[in-house]
Nanobody, 121 residues
């Protein structure tokens, strides 16, 4: 069983910052992509940012210039630095990993349990 453990969510005022972290369990032996998605009651789950094992990044247009994704493959960890937060950034943020679990021969998609981010005054 692959586990992704997220932390760093919370309540912040508009204009504030938060940093999310996600660590994958040790039974992941290969990482292709790690990333963050978010979901709010009004929207379907949407991509926020991804980072490949080679360091290439991709961002949703709505977060470009405000959010920064980074990762450490050796530590199986991905981070999301969120600055200049807006109320529309509110949602549950999910960590995702495309990678290979030990004992398998395929690349799977794994999800964290989600962490709540609320941007409100």
């Amino acid at each position: 069983q692959v586990q992704l453990v997220e932390s760093g969510g919370g309540l912040v005022q508009p204009g504030g910052s938060l940093r999310l972290s996600c660590e994958a369990s040790e039974n992941i032996v290969r990482i292709n992509v790690m990333g963050w998605y978010r979901q709010s009651p009004e929207k379907q789950r949407e991509l926020v940012a991804t980072i490949t094992s080679s360091g290439s990044t991709n961002y949703a247009d709505s977060v470009k210039g405000r959010f920064t994704i980074s990762g450490d493959n050796a530590e199986r960890t991905v981070y999301l630095q969120m600055n200049s937060l807006k109320p529309e950034d509110t949602g549950v943020y999910y960590c995702a990993l495309d990678g290979q679990r030990v004992g398998t021969g395929y690349i799977g998609r794994y999800w964290g349990q989600g962490t709540q981010v609320t941007v409100s005054s």
